[in-house]
């Protein structure tokens, strides 16, 4: 009797698309294109089908784009039409690359402008009420209403006011009351939260030092450095090998022994007494 064998093959097994769009949410200016990440297994030319609530498509700039390896690839993709600032609404629809199609619904939101990570560091006084100007970094020509809060270990000694207006140039003002809390050289961290009437959250890092005279903080800081805490070990590493080389000690040579017998040899200690000593009084010539 002949044995059969079957072999049942996937050729698509192996295939892995993956895609995410832009972490919380679609957020733009208006006409500003954007990303989604995808990445593959095997190459493909991705397939892009999704509309807005508003009656607009997204399409993928260069159509001829292509994604292979594991490696996240930004692709770009923009809207048929631009809205004005101040709209928002939900994306749905899918995205297929290879045979993987993954299905999409992502909110989008346009803003007048937005505000760019930055920090802030400043000096306060460890006894009195210090108030800090934030110089805001903003992209973008409009302006907006936003609320502000303070997060972090900053809040308990920071305060700020509970709204305002921004635009390109704008600046907000923290209030720094010690109560106790603040000593000198302490170094508090700490967030300022922006939030629009459309939901969207940005952050602004703040860092303070305490100071009890003006000038000091410059000192702590610098202290704080890696790089000069590099150079002072190392400064201290040498002063240390310089210090600890020890001296070279002088070697006198013995003076040797007179043996007249062998007893002198047997018992040197009578040798010792036995061998003639100069007079250093009555040296003879």
């Given at each position: 009797?002949?044995?059969?064998?079957?072999n049942?093959t996937?050729?698509?097994?192996?295939?892995?698309?993956e895609?995410?769009?832009?972490s919380?949410?679609l957020?733009?200016l208006?006409?500003?294109s954007?990303?989604?990440?995808?990445?593959?297994?095997?190459?493909?030319?991705?397939?892009v089908s999704?509309?807005?609530n508003?009656?607009?498509?997204?399409?993928?700039?260069?159509?001829?784009t292509?994604?292979k390896g594991?490696?996240?690839?930004?692709?770009?993709?923009?809207f048929?039409?631009?809205?004005?600032?101040g709209k928002?609404g939900?994306?749905t629809g899918?995205i297929?690359?290879?045979?993987?199609?993954w299905?999409i619904?992502?909110?989008?939101?346009?803003?007048?402008?937005?505000v760019?990570?930055s920090?802030?560091?400043?000096?306060?006084?460890t006894?009195k009420?210090?108030?800090i100007s934030?110089?805001l970094e903003i992209?973008?020509d409009?302006?907006?209403t936003?609320?502000?809060f303070v997060?972090g270990p900053?809040?308990r000694?920071?305060?700020i006011?509970?709204?305002?207006?921004?635009q390109?140039?704008?600046?907000?003002t923290?209030t720094?009351?010690?109560?106790g809390?603040l000593?000198?050289?302490?170094l508090?961290?700490?967030?300022?939260i922006?939030v629009?009437?459309?939901?969207?959250?940005?952050?602004?890092?703040?860092e303070?030092?305490?100071?009890?005279i003006?000038?000091t903080a410059?000192v702590?800081?610098?202290?704080?450095d890696p790089?000069s805490?590099?150079?002072?070990?190392c400064?201290l590493?040498a002063l240390w090998?310089v210090?600890?080389i020890?001296?070279k000690?002088?070697i006198?040579?013995?003076q040797?022994?007179?043996?007249s017998?062998v007893?002198?040899?047997?018992?040197p200690t009578?040798?010792?007494?036995?061998?003639p000593?100069?007079d250093?009084f009555?040296?003879q010539?």
């Amino acid at each position: 009797d002949e044995l059969w064998g079957l072999n049942l093959t996937k050729p698509t097994c192996e295939e892995e698309f993956e895609v995410l769009p832009p972490s919380g949410g679609l957020t733009t200016l208006p006409g500003e294109s954007f990303f989604f990440a995808m990445k593959s297994t095997e190459e493909c030319q991705p397939q892009v089908s999704i509309n807005s609530n508003d009656g607009r498509s997204i399409a993928i700039i260069d159509s001829t784009t292509g994604v292979k390896g594991e490696t996240w690839k930004q692709v770009e993709l923009s809207f048929n039409r631009q809205v004005s600032a101040g709209k928002f609404g939900l994306l749905t629809g899918f995205i297929g690359c290879g045979n993987t199609t993954w299905d999409i619904a992502t909110p989008w939101s346009t803003h007048f402008n937005r505000v760019l990570p930055s920090l802030t560091q400043a000096d306060v006084s460890t006894s009195k009420s210090t108030d800090i100007s934030i110089e805001l970094e903003i992209e973008g020509d409009g302006s907006r209403t936003v609320e502000l809060f303070v997060e972090g270990p900053l809040s308990r000694v920071a305060t700020i006011q509970e709204s305002a207006v921004i635009q390109e140039g704008s600046s907000i003002t923290l209030t720094v009351e010690p109560n106790g809390l603040l000593t000198p050289g302490m170094l508090a961290r700490g967030e300022v939260i922006i939030v629009d009437d459309l939901g969207k959250v940005e952050r602004v890092d703040v860092e303070v030092t305490g100071e009890a005279i003006a000038g000091t903080a410059d000192v702590i800081r610098t202290f704080r450095d890696p790089a000069s805490l590099t150079l002072i070990v190392c400064l201290l590493v040498a002063l240390w090998v310089v210090l600890g080389i020890e001296k070279k000690q002088k070697i006198i040579p013995l003076q040797p022994v007179a043996v007249s017998s062998v007893d002198d040899f047997l018992n040197p200690t009578n040798a010792l007494f036995s061998a003639p000593q100069e007079d250093p009084f009555n040296r003879q010539e």
